[in-house]
């Protein structure tokens, strides 16, 4: 199963940390300085697989993000890419041409959306269409009651 | 008092920052903020507040005071105030807390909650990051929701499932019955995650494994139906439908045909069938083969499909795609073993990868060459592995030399071959070759008698060019020490003899001792390097005077050896000769291969004169061999030994030794004790010497039990009337048992009369 799964800039920042088993603070720290550091410094046109510790490691770059999961041994790294790619492509449905801007302001939309694609480190859902729907009627019960509040939540 | 600043806003306002400094003082305030709302126990505005909390707590700052208001997010009524809670908690908290079993309530609630969305939120919480205590008392509630028949929710509490049994495996019989008709689901997110439940099922329990091999025709009919449906607009993926699902059906395969029979073979036509089927011009067609390829090895399959996979992954080789090319020579590796001889057709695709510019590739293709050398094929890969070797990233070069000198050993054509080999490693990667492989390398040149004359020559000429690989440095000062002689008598066949003088060749050696590049085990090699040249030349008083100045050298190493060469010059110098003489053939202490030689420091010094670790006689005397007591590299275990070796004589002649000794059987007299008082024990083991057996030997053990030194130990053996020249002694160490000796020459030596 998947351990974890980061989004960060060129620059290095977090945009977005998902960890499908439970990890110390200070561990994810380091895993996200060791991550950052390791993919940024790959080479343009290097293959999107690394190895790192007992892991394997598959990145890929989207525009401005760096989109990086890791994998466990029985895992497929080439099925990994088109996880990844799902994603972007659930993103980009809901935001409309997503870009990393979109991400930075409604980064917590961005987890539920990932919420109901993935879970506890598998694929909960493979349609695309289905996980559009439920976030959508997610989004409505909200707006019914900041409708009701007559404000935002947040 | 005025609303808190919304999400956005705050966002907005930290990205203005100009510097770290400014975005913390931004920070600093609104947590500040936060925390008296928080205190206030503000409930219209808590979901905002962690809201802000955990975008600042992305940034890298401390959120933990978010922790409890996360939690009273979820007590609440409002979907958008669980929504911002159960997110809290899965970022701010984890098992470690206390507080996280709070949430323990909140969960079972919300799983029987009358909204499925706030029914999906509990479930996700607790699949991603329950604890065990958490999946223990909620397991019940996960099981019961198995039983709903809405697919929204039964593809999340399938994978909470697997999360319990994760955490807690001894609950995974509870949630057996649920399985019954995991297949029949139309859903293909249901249809997903009841495949990894089954897959975490059997791969933890056996029996569930045998279980669930009945499941095989319903799997393979399902992939069936994917792969044979038209297009599905909801599953498709570049023409393939829902690759996601292929794969993991795939992999449960993989685990029920493993070591079955049976089960192999009703998958065999649907696997072949995929291999041929799959479109392979997108990355995704080439997921599901790859996942495919990895069945077919690691089950029962007939061989044509095993050759079919291995064409696949030969054809992956040749593909643009880097990261196709980097799962082939994965894969590779794992089946080079099983397949060799499949994977052997593929050799010049994978010895092209090491030309690869990927460093990950790379790493793969080198560790699969060296899988593939073989007796027929050690010339060719050699030269490519040199070639790589040369040019490859340091982070490459130990393991290459290694992987060299194993292969070499393994396959090599010849003696000269494996000397060339061995010279062009350490020429080209010197600084980089392990330093256990100094004795290894030692040991193979000591055995390659015929090619003595040869190595020292080059290694001499190597030495000359370049003095700042050490282990090639040690090598050859060691070789230098050894054969000194051959080198400047000219003697070499393989090649044109160079011309050299014993005083350039003690020249280089003493230059070594002096340069900034030698590191203090270089410089011990060195010194006695120069120490054994003064038997095998005749400029000992310059090697004298070389040994005397290192007598008070700041190097405690190298002063303790030139105190005892000096000795040896001074009070020992009859048995000079004998303590340097050429070194025997080395026999290897282990089978294992070359890194089993059992050295200490890197050295592979005759340890006569090693006395820095003196061992306990820990060999039982019986088990001695002749050839062991000049195996000096055992170790730490320096067998004492006093040699006696008799010439054949004529048997006709009566009363020699020889005749006495006439009626040893094969397996030799029996060990005796010749004395046994105060502590101090000797032994007497008798053998026949190998492999000449008209000499007898006899191996003298002396051993000290007790605590204190035993000093003037002097050993007198008193022989019949027979030619002094017939008998041989000689003293090559004498160490005790329990006591500290600083050196050798503490002790008066042997006399014989």
């Known amino acids: ?23 110390p603070e200070r561990e994810k720290k380091k895993i996200i300085r060791d991550m950052t550091t390791m993919v940024l410094a790959r080479k343009p046109r290097s293959c999107n697989f690394l190895h790192w510790r007992d892991l394997k490691i598959v990145y890929k770059r989207y525009a401005s993000l760096y989109f990086c999961l890791a994998l466990e041994d029985q895992d497929n790294e080439l099925l990994a890419l088109e ?59 909200q707006e019914t009651m900041e409708e009701y509040m007559s404000k935002p939540a947040f | 008092m005025p609303a808190p600043i919304r999400l956005r806003e705050l966002i907005r306002t930290i990205r203005t ?38 975008y600042m707590h992305m940034l890298g700052y401390p959120a933990h005071f978010g922790q409890l208001e996360c939690l009273k997010l979820i007590a609440s009524q409002k979907f958008t105030d669980k929504r911002i809670g159960y997110l809290g908690a899965m970022l701010l908290l984890d098992e470690r807390q206390d507080v996280h079993l709070l949430m323990t309530n909140c969960i079972k609630n919300d799983l029987n909650h009358s909204t499925q969305y706030v029914q999906g939120l509990a479930l996700c919480t607790l699949g991603c990051m329950g604890s065990s205590e958490m999946c223990r008392d909620l397991a019940g509630e996960v099981e019961k929701l198995l039983k709903t028949s809405n697919s929204y929710l039964r593809k999340k509490v399938t994978l909470c499932a697997v999360h319990v049994i994760r955490k807690v495996p001894e609950l995974m019989e509870m949630f057996l019955p649920a399985t019954k008709n995991l297949l029949s689901e139309k859903n293909h997110g249901v249809l997903h995650t009841s495949v990894v439940l089954l897959t975490e099922m059997c791969e933890r329990s056996p029996d569930m494994l045998s ?35 292929q794969v993991r059906i795939l992999r449960l395969l993989r685990i029920l045909g493993r070591s079955d029979d049976d089960s192999s073979e009703a998958m065999n036509d649907i696997l072949a069938q995929v291999a041929t089927n799959t479109e392979t011009s997108k990355n995704v067609g080439n997921a599901i083969l790859y996942e495919t390829v990895l069945t077919i090895m690691d089950i029962k399959s007939e061989s044509g499909l095993r050759v079919l996979a291995i064409n696949i992954l030969g054809r992956f080789l040749l593909n643009n795609d880097k990261n196709i090319r980097y799962v082939a020579l994965t894969s590779l590796l794992k089946t080079v073993q099983t397949d060799h001889n499949a994977v052997q057709r593929h050799r010049s695709t994978i010895v092209d990868c090491l030309k ?53 050993e393994k396959y090599a054509p010849s003696k000269r071959w494996h000397i060339d080999t061995i010279m062009r490693v350490l020429t080209t990667a010197g600084s980089y070759v392990r330093d256990d492989s100094v004795p290894n390398l030692i040991q193979l040149i000591t055995n390659s008698v015929e090619m003595h004359a040869y190595t020292v020559q080059r290694l001499y000429k190597a030495l000359l060019d370049d003095i700042s ?49 030698s590191t203090p085990v270089t410089r011990g090699y060195a010194l006695t390097a120069i120490m054994k040249l003064s038997t095998r030349f005749s400029s000992v008083n310059r090697i004298k005077k070389v040994v005397s100045i290192y007598g008070s050298s700041i190097d405690v190493e190298l002063q303790q050896r030139a105190v005892e060469y ?33 050295q200490t420091n890197g050295e592979t010094e005759p340890s006569v004169l090693d006395t820095k670790h003196p061992p306990p006689v820990t060999q039982p ?26 010439p054949t004589k004529p048997a006709s002649a009566g009363g020699e030794l020889l005749d006495l000794l006439g009626d040893l059987s094969l397996t030799g007299i029996p060990p005796m004790t010749a004395y046994n008082k105060n502590g101090l024990k000797i032994e007497f083991t008798f053998e026949r010497a190998n492999p000449n057996p008209n000499i007898a030997v006899i191996t003298i053990h002396a051993s000290n039990s007790t605590e204190a030194d035993m000093t003037d130990f002097v050993f007198q053996a008193a022989v019949p009337k027979v030619s002094r020249h017939s008998l041989e002694l000689i003293l090559k160490c004498l160490i005790m048992k329990h006591s500290r000796v600083n050196s050798l020459f503490n002790q008066n030596c042997a006399t014989v009369f």
Not at chain 1, 96 to 114: M, P, Q, R, S, W
Not at chain 2, 621 to 632: E, G, I, S
Request: hydrophobic content about 40%; charged content about 25%; overall charge negative.
């Open chain 2, 356 to 408: 690869d510019l990927d460093v990950s590739i790379k790493r793969r293709a080198m560790e699969l060459s060296f899988a593939l050398v073989n007796g027929n094929n050690i010339r060719g890969m050699m030269k490519e592995l040199l070639y790589f070797l040369d040019s490859c990233d340091p982070e490459f070069k130990a393991d290459c030399a290694s992987g060299v000198f194993l292969a070499a």
């Open chain 1, 1 to 23: 199963g998947m351990r974890f799964l980061l989004l960060f800039s060129r620059q290095g920042r977090l945009r977005l940390q998902k960890w499908f088993t439970p990890t």
């Open chain 2, 566 to 598: 000096n000795a040896l010059f001074k009070k020992y110098d009859h048995m000079r000769p004998a303590l340097l003489e050429r070194m025997p053939i080395m026999e290897k202490t282990a089978t294992n291969g070359p890194t089993e030689i059992v």
């Open chain 1, 83 to 141: 996880i990844l790619h799902r994603y972007v492509e659930l993103l980009d449905k809901y935001f409309g041409n997503v870009c990393e801007l979109d991400i930075i302001f409604n980064f917590e939309k961005a987890y539920f959306i990932l919420d109901e694609f993935l879970m506890g480190g598998e694929i909960q859902e493979t349609s695309k269409q289905i996980v559009n729907r439920s976030i959508e009627a997610s989004d409505m019960l």
């Open chain 2, 469 to 517: 690989q050490q282990p090639l440095v040690q090598v050859s000062s060691w070789c230098i020490g050894e054969y000194g002689d051959l080198l400047v008598s000219g003697q070499c066949e393989e090649e044109e003899p160079i011309q050299v003088t014993e005083d350039e060749v003690l020249d280089v050696l003493e230059g070594l001792l002096v340069s900034n590049l």
């Open chain 2, 621 to 646: 005397a019986n088990q001695v061999r002749a050839n062991d007591l000049l195996d000096l590299l055992g170790g730490n275990d320096v067998v004492p030994v006093i040699q006696t070796t008799l």
């Open chain 2, 211 to 245: 279980h669930f091999r009945k499941l095989v025709p319903q799997l393979v009919r399902i992939l069936k139906n994917l792969i044979m449906s038209g297009y599905s607009p909801e599953h498709d993926v570049s023409g393939i439908s829902d690759p996601f699902l």
């Open chain 2, 17 to 54: 920052a100009r510097t770290q400094a400014e975005e913390r003082e931004m920070i600093q305030k609104e947590c500040a903020a936060i925390r008296s709302s928080f205190r206030e126990e503000d409930n219209t505005y808590r979901c905002r507040n962690v809201a802000k909390l955990l």
